[in-house]
């Protein structure tokens, strides 16, 4: 199905420079995200409504969520879980509408939400604990780390391939599932499978920023946590 031409195509395309369809609908959607915010902080009253409303019931559920597992510490970085997670659903939850993409079926957004995770986790035990934060990867008993240190790397290296191939794997056969329905039977067979995603849309950008609280959460715990 041919996602639709939006204003982006066509302003590159007069230039000969092409855009892939994945990376024009993360710049909508994040267009789309500051709009909305936009919307919601322009009348911020005591008694929220509104989009407000809205945007506080989201925020606000996350925010004890991520607080829950890292600690008063975690409200520091909650703006980096908030935005990922209104970002990763809305990729999602746009590959509903016909003819649109989710960037998060494909696999260099995915990547690089991962990326990031995995940059700002570790930026995040630099900071908190400076040189010592080598000791994460040493394990708890000394004479054990020649044997912990590359069991540990794997560990940390594997993370944004895991984050980012469940992220892709779950969208892309989710939107090609839809796509296959809505093709042999257009109108009334699509729609449970529709309802399904939009629960998964929003269960795959929770487990995503869930999984993200847990490490940076590691990242950041003191060492006599481990």
């Given at each position: 199905m041919e996602h639709p031409i939006l204003f982006?195509?066509?302003?590159?395309?007069?230039?000969?420079?092409?855009?892939?369809?994945?990376?024009?609908?993360?710049?909508?959607?994040?267009l789309i995200l500051a709009g909305l915010g936009l919307l919601a902080s322009r009348s911020i009253s005591l008694v929220p409504k509104g989009a407000q409303n809205v945007f506080e019931l989201i925020i606000g559920g996350l925010e004890d969520f991520m607080v829950e597992i890292t600690g008063e510490e975690g409200r520091a970085f909650f703006p980096f879980i908030a935005s990922f997670f209104l970002f990763i659903m809305f990729c999602n939850l746009?590959?509903?509408?016909?003819?649109?993409?989710?960037?998060t079926s494909n696999i260099n957004t995915t990547l690089s939400l991962a990326l990031c995770t995995f940059v700002y986790t570790h930026y995040l035990g630099i900071k908190y604990h400076g040189a010592k934060y080598i000791?994460?990867?040493?394990?708890?008993?000394p004479a054990l780390a020649p044997l912990m240190?590359?069991?540990?790397?794997?560990?940390?290296?594997?993370?944004?391939?895991?984050?980012?191939?469940?992220?892709?794997?779950?969208?892309?056969?989710e939107d090609v599932l839809i796509v296959v329905i809505a093709s042999?039977?257009?109108?009334?067979?699509?729609?449970?499978?529709?309802?399904?995603?939009?629960?998964?849309?929003?269960?795959?950008?929770?487990?995503?920023?869930l999984l993200a609280c847990i490490y940076i959460a590691g990242a950041v715990a003191h060492e006599e946590d481990h």
């Open positions: 982006l195509d066509l302003l590159f395309g007069s230039f000969g420079i092409h855009i892939p369809p994945h990376v024009t609908y993360t710049w909508m959607i994040i746009i590959g509903l509408l016909p003819g649109f993409l989710s960037p000791k994460h990867f040493l394990g708890p008993i240190i590359p069991i540990e790397l794997i560990s940390h290296f594997s993370r944004p391939v895991s984050l980012s191939i469940r992220l892709f794997s779950n969208i892309f056969a042999i039977i257009p109108y009334l067979l699509p729609l449970p499978f529709m309802a399904l995603s939009l629960f998964t849309a929003f269960l795959q950008a929770f487990v995503f920023v």
